[in-house]
């Protein structure tokens, strides 16, 4: 299984702005998630895109996905100091032995406040 | 609901000993999950339960690694011997199905075990 690529792999900015996250596989995209996970803590869920969608919309969240470039995007408007925590996206793969959730390396994002 | 439990929720072991982590997944929750976390890595899945059997286990280092996911509830994994590099977080996680497909369902995580191997 190939691990999604994320970048950037670290973001800082100001509470207010807004923050995009990108991640692309080189395998084919289907039902894509993201997840969210604080400092010592496991991953929260935020949102999934199915592999026929190619936007949505969750609160402050916004994620696109492009199947035909293998990528997608999260969206953070008006970010919060809350917001300061690492971003997963995650694939699943089809395999022959089963299906399984590959996550991308993740984006650190800081919000100063 | 009661999320995913996990423990102990740190572990410090010397190399060459042996050490269990045990999770109980939300009710009902068919599906149950072990991720290693490497520090500034994303989650890798060591193994994936349906019920009381294995869905994948492709990148479970076998010959030290075990898990076993008994009466389909309960989980538990085991390092035997640990070596430096199995320092790590482990996440348990769970997930229901949708319209019959796992795939289309969230991954509820636990809090993880945070291993340092010395």
């Known amino acids: 299984s190939q691990q999604g690529e994320e970048d950037p792999q670290a973001l800082s900015i100001q509470e207010g702005e807004n923050a995009t996250m990108n991640c692309s596989y080189k395998?084919?995209?289907?039902?894509l998630q993201w997840y969210r996970q604080n400092s010592g803590r496991g991953l929260v869920h935020l949102i999934l895109?199915?592999?026929?969608?190619r936007e949505k919309h969750s609160g402050r969240l916004r994620v696109t996905l492009d199947t035909s470039k293998k990528s997608s995007s999260l969206l953070i408007t008006a970010s919060r100091a809350a917001d300061t925590a690492s971003y997963f996206c995650?694939?699943?793969?089809?395999?022959?032995?089963?299906?399984?959730?590959?996550f991308g390396a993740g984006t650190i994002l800081r919000v100063k406040s | 609901e009661a999320g995913v439990a996990q423990s102990p929720r740190y572990k410090i072991i010397e190399k060459r000993q042996s050490v269990a982590f045990w999770c109980n997944p939300i009710?009902?929750?068919?599906?149950l999950y072990w991720y290693q976390q490497i520090l500034g890595q994303g989650p890798k899945l060591l193994i994936q339960?349906?019920?009381?059997?294995?869905?994948?286990d492709s990148q479970l280092p076998k010959d030290r690694f075990s898990a076993e996911r008994l009466k389909g509830v309960d989980s538990t994994l085991k390092i035997q011997p640990a070596k430096l590099e199995d320092s790590a977080v482990y996440l348990c996680?769970?997930?229901?199905?949708?319209?019959?497909?796992?795939?289309?369902?969230?991954?509820?995580f636990g809090n993880g075990t945070r291993l340092t191997v010395t």
């Open positions: 996680a769970s997930s229901t199905t949708e319209r019959g497909f796992y795939y289309n369902s969230p991954l509820h």
């Open positions: 395998t084919s995209i289907n039902n």
């Open positions: 895109i199915r592999s026929n969608e």
């Open positions: 995650a694939n699943f793969e089809f395999m022959e032995y089963g299906n399984k959730l590959v």
């Open positions: 009710s009902g929750h068919a599906t």
């Open positions: 339960f349906q019920n009381n059997g294995v869905v994948d």
